[in-house]
Every structure is written in structure tokens, then in C-alpha cells.
């Protein structure tokens, strides 16, 4: 069974970090799209940063230059580093990751696995 958990959000000022991590257990997919989205209540899910088959990464234009994505394949774990952080940043953020290898394009819909979610909250 797969399993998706995230951690490390919390409560922070505007301008501080965060450094989000997604342990995967019971995966063993390769070349699939994974990513890490958000959501506010009230408002669509929203892609942050996606990782597609080919390790191209796409960042949304909110993100560019203050949220990096990285993965450490031997403990199996994603990881969101978020610098910078603005009180637009405030949401709940989920990772997430596909099961259809040599994915070019990753919709949402691309995405199988979900986490639990995990929230972060910058104030001003």
C-alpha cells in the first residue's frame, strides 16, 4: 500500500523558511510525474512545483526563485524548500505522485498518490 507523509510545515513570519519533506513507503514507481501542490480553503488546488518523467522541473510563477524541489531517492523522500516565504504562500500543501511512466505533460490528473497534507501559515 502506498503511503504519502508530509511534514515540516508550521507557523512562520514573512520572509522565513520552511523546509517541507514527503516520505513515500510502498512505492516503486520510477519515471513518473511527482509534485508538491497547495491549497487554500475555498479556492482550486493549485501546482507548486512538478517534476515530470524526463527530471524536467516546472515551477509555478508565484514560486520561481524562493521554493526549490529536491528528492533523496535513498530515503525515498521529497523535499520543498521554501524560502522567502509571503503570507500569499499560506496554504495546505500536499505532494503527490503518478504511476504512468514517460509522462512529458503532468496534469493533475497525472497524479495517483496523494498525502495527507501538511499547513503552513506565514503572517505579515
Known amino acids: 500500500q502506498v503511503q504519502l507523509v508530509e511534514s515540516g510545515g508550521g507557523a512562520v513570519q514573512a520572509g522565513g523558511s520552511l523546509r517541507l519533506s514527503c516520505a513515500a513507503s510502498?512505492?516503486?514507481?520510477?519515471?513518473?510525474?511527482m509534485g508538491w501542490f497547495r491549497q487554500v480553503p475555498g479556492k482550486e488546488r493549485e501546482g507548486v512545483v512538478i517534476i515530470n518523467s524526463y527530471r524536467n522541473i516546472m515551477y509555478a510563477d508565484s514560486v520561481k526563485g524562493r521554493f526549490t524541489i529536491s528528492q533523496d531517492n535513498a530515503k525515498n523522500t521529497l523535499y520543498l524548500q521554501m524560502n522567502s516565504l509571503k503570507p500569499e504562500d499560506t496554504a495546505m500543501y500536499y505532494c503527490?505522485?503518478?504511476?504512468?511512466?514517460?509522462?512529458?505533460?503532468?496534469?493533475?490528473?497525472?497524479?495517483?498518490?496523494w498525502g495527507q497534507g501538511t499547513q503552513v501559515t506565514v503572517s505579515s
Open positions: 510502498g512505492y516503486t514507481y520510477s519515471s513518473v510525474c
Open positions: 503527490a505522485v503518478g504511476t504512468t511512466p514517460y509522462r512529458s505533460w503532468c496534469s493533475e490528473t497525472s497524479f495517483t498518490y
